[in-house]
């Protein structure tokens, strides 16, 4: 008995099917409006959550560079280049806590940057660090850091913007009006921040900043393997004094985000992109079937006094969204993978069309599939063969 349910259920679904072809196929050209209708709506969509993942990501950069169990900041601290600053007292005291095995110095500036000989300047946005690698988690870096034998050696960003002139090693360019040599490079691509981004020893940074040497705005912290880092976080609070705040590695990261996709503008603007963008492509798609059931409410009257039952007309209704929804989905993905891959290459955003991007917006085609068929499909009510003929 099951069995012949289930071949029932498949062969209607293959006439419904059929049906929502052959009336499509009738009108080629509304079709395929419809369809590029939905695409676009979909394909600003896909833009605008590959955006918001993407500034979310690149938000944090600079710590996922970074191997860290702990971080100590100013109680002052907003985001990465709006810090304050706490004395390297405060690293002493963490580290006679239990649990915690090391520490090290992150410094941030914004500075300025000039080309030589052009003398064209640039910003610049300077990190000083301790010399510890083992506080690296990105092997190139870690590489690199290597390269820092003086107070007169630098890192710089290769994707700098161009007005950064030659990055070549040995190449001379000056810091805040200080001669320094480029000794190698590093991939970050913090273009929202400033033009350009380089690293030196802390040693240098305050010759360059010209501020204490005792001072520090971000402190890291390395845990042995067996501590709890909760555990630890409440014996530094206990510890330390009020003007320095506590946060694991995924809380200050989170932190991060949550600043340029929660308090600042631009995750609100791509919030609102995203949900305009839906609402576009579900009412595209309830024109598109409300107009579709208005030229044939006669004919679902005819399937009607046939015998067919209701939720096989609705099935026909429900198929032609799903055919025009997946056809903008897959139009949309074609669009999105070359202007995707464009943005990455120009601003080093990690922005693509991945898997889960994907589904993303399959998920957005099919709700608004749904919604855009639920509320139109009601005009079929009025399909009665009793009052149409």
Not at 253 to 267: L, N, S, Y
Not at 340 to 355: D, Y
Request: glycine share 6%; aromatic share 8%; with cysteine.
């Amino acid at each position: 008995m099951v069995p012949d349910r289930m071949e029932a259920a498949l062969r209607a679904s293959r006439y419904c099917l059929l049906v929502a072809f052959a009336n499509l196929a009738q009108h080629p050209v509304r079709r395929m409006v419809a369809i590029l209708g939905t695409a676009v709506a979909l394909l600003l969509l896909l833009m605008q959550v590959s955006f918001l993942v993407s500034i979310r990501a690149q938000a944090s950069a600079v710590y996922d560079l970074l191997d860290f169990d702990i971080a100590l900041v100013p109680s002052a601290y907003q985001i990465l280049v709006y810090t304050g600053a706490l004395d390297r007292v405060r690293l002493s005291q963490a580290r006679s806590v239990d649990g915690v095995v090391g520490s090290a110095a992150l410094n941030v500036a914004a500075s300025g940057w000039t080309s030589l000989p052009s003398r064209r300047r640039s910003s610049l946005l300077l990190f000083g660090v301790d010399d510890a690698p083992e506080f690296v988690r990105d092997a190139r870096l870690r590489r690199a850091l290597a390269a820092l034998d003086d107070d007169r050696s630098v890192l710089v960003d290769a994707y700098s913007a161009p007005g950064f002139g030659d990055l070549a090693d040995g190449t001379a360019a000056e810091i805040s009006g200080r001669r320094v040599l480029i000794a190698g490079h590093f991939r970050l691509g913090l273009f929202f921040y400033a033009d350009g981004a380089a690293i030196v020893r802390n040693s240098a940074f305050s010759s360059l900043t010209h501020r204490s040497p005792r001072d520090f705005d971000v402190g890291l912290l390395r845990l042995a393997r067996d501590a709890d880092p909760r555990q630890v976080k409440k014996r530094l609070i206990a510890a330390l004094p009020d003007d320095a705040v506590v946060y694991l590695r995924d809380e200050l990261i989170d932190r991060e985000r949550d600043f340029f996709t929660v308090t600042k503008p631009v995750g609100i603007i791509l919030e609102s992109g995203m949900l305009i963008a839906f609402l576009v492509g579900a009412v595209i798609l309830y024109q598109v079937l409300s107009a579709e059931i208005a030229r044939r409410l006669k004919e679902y009257a005819v399937l009607k006094a046939m015998g067919f039952s209701p939720g096989f007309v609705y099935a026909i209704g429900f198929s032609q969204v799903a055919v025009v929804a997946l056809g903008g989905l897959l139009l949309a993905a074609v669009l999105a993978a070359p202007i995707l891959f464009l943005v990455r290459a120009e601003t080093h955003l990690p922005t693509g069309l991945s898997a889960s991007l994907f589904l993303v917006a399959a998920g957005a085609a099919c709700a608004m599939g749904t919604a855009s068929a639920a509320i139109a499909l009601r005009r079929l009510r009025r399909a009665d063969p009793a009052t149409l003929f």
